[in-house]
Nanobody, 120 residues
Framework: QGQLVESGGGLVQSGGSLTLSCEGA????????VGWYRQAPGKGRDTVAC????????YYSDSVKDRFAISRDNAKNTAYLRLNFLKPEDTAEYFC?????????????RGQGTQVTVSS
């Protein structure tokens, strides 16, 4: 079975930016929708963004709309999440997942996650 490998997390000051990557290994991302999720300690999982594998449609949660941008490069078999204007409340473990549709609740497969920490 394939894997999803995230990278790009780190420590950044409030107002800063990061780009997270999600590379497919042993599977082809372009046949799936790709979602980005985050989970902070003691909190539930939030769906941050999702990009359809068919019509290219995108979804963003209200908390990140106009600050984050999801994209995908099928030639590189990689999806990205650009995080701009970061706030301390964006601190969480971020992970990507593949879904049949952005309407699905749970990903078919998820990566191991990458930590994003935003200092005030």
């Amino acid at each position: 079975q394939g894997q999803l490998v995230e990278s790009g997390g780190g420590l950044v000051q409030s107002g800063g930016s990061l780009t997270l990557s999600c590379e497919g290994a042993g599977l082809t991302l372009d046949t799936y929708a790709v979602g980005w999720y985050r989970q902070a300690p003691g909190k539930g999982r939030d769906t941050v963004a999702c990009k359809s594998g068919t019509d290219g449609g995108t979804y963003y949660s209200d908390s990140v709309k106009d600050r984050f941008a999801i994209s995908r490069d099928n030639a590189k078999n990689t999806a990205y999440l650009r995080l701009n204007f970061l706030k301390p409340e964006d601190t969480a473990e971020y992970f990507c997942g593949i879904l049949r549709s952005c309407w699905d609740v749970d990903p078919i497969l998820r990566g191991q996650g990458t930590q994003v920490t935003v200092s005030s």
